[in-house]
C-alpha cells in the first residue's frame, strides 16, 4: 500500500516538476517576444513602404499615334499603350517600337515606312531627340510625309504635350524630307504641327 501511495506522489510531483518548467519556458518566450517587437521586422519595411513608392513609376500608358481617315484628310488618333519600364527612356522608345511596328487592330493606318528602325531616343528637359533609319524619309507623297512626321511628334510628346521633338535620321537633323520636300522647322511641337502642316 505504501509503495503505491509513494508512487502516486512521485508521478504528482513529476506532473508538477514538468508544468512548472513548461509555465517557465512560455513565459520566457512570451518575454523574448514581447521586448523583440518594437525592433521593426525588415521583411515588413521592405514590403510596406516600398510599393507605395515604386509602383507608380513602374508601368506608365503612353499613347502611339496612328492616322485615321476622316472626310477630306486625316486624323491623328491615339492608342494608349501600357509599358513597365525601369529607366527614364524606356517608356518612350516602347512606345517608339509599338509605333514603328504599325498598328494591329481597327481602320487606323501609318504612313511610316515598314522597315523604320529606332537607332536612339533621349528626352531631357523638355526635349526629345528621336533617331530614326533611313528608311523613314522614303516613299509617299507629301501627305504621307507630313502624316509620319506628326505620329512622330505626337508618339514623342505622349508624356510631354508641350515638349519640343528634334527628329534625326542616322544621328543627322532632318531639314527636309521626302522627294516633294517637306520642310522640317526644328524644334517641332504639337503646336507648331497643327500651324504649319495640313493633314
Known amino acids: 500500500m505504501n509503495n503505491q501511495q509513494g508512487s502516486k506522489r512521485i508521478s504528482s510531483g513529476v506532473i508538477a516538476a514538468v508544468s512548472a518548467a513548461v509555465i517557465a519556458v512560455g513565459g520566457g518566450v512570451a518575454w523574448l517576444t514581447s521586448n523583440q517587437s518594437p525592433t521593426p521586422n525588415p521583411s515588413q519595411t521592405i514590403t510596406q513602404p516600398v510599393p ?18 476622316s472626310a477630306t484628310s486625316f486624323d491623328l488618333v491615339p492608342q494608349p499603350v501600357k509599358i513597365a519600364a525601369t529607366q527614364p527612356n524606356q517608356v518612350l522608345e516602347s512606345a517608339f517600337q509599338a509605333l514603328l511596328a504599325g498598328p494591329t487592330e481597327g ?43 506628326g ?29 516633294e520636300g517637306v520642310e522640317l522647322e526644328q524644334p517641332l511641337t504639337r503646336q507648331s504641327f497643327e500651324q504649319n502642316y495640313q493633314l
Open 52 to 69: 507605395s513608392t515604386t509602383q507608380p513609376g513602374k508601368e506608365q500608358t503612353p499613347s502611339v499615334y496612328w492616322l485615321k481617315p
Open 107 to 149: 481602320t487606323d493606318s501609318t504612313t511610316i515606312p515598314q522597315g523604320t528602325k529606332l537607332l536612339g531616343l533621349k528626352r531631357e528637359n523638355n526635349e526629345v531627340h528621336v533617331n530614326l533609319s533611313e528608311d523613314f524619309t522614303t516613299g509617299g507623297g507629301s501627305a504621307s510625309m507630313i502624316g509620319r512626321i
Open 151 to 179: 505620329q512622330v511628334v505626337y508618339t514623342a510628346t505622349t508624356l510631354d504635350p508641350n515638349a519640343k521633338v528634334y527628329i534625326e535620321v542616322d544621328g543627322k537633323q532632318l531639314d527636309i524630307l521626302g522627294g
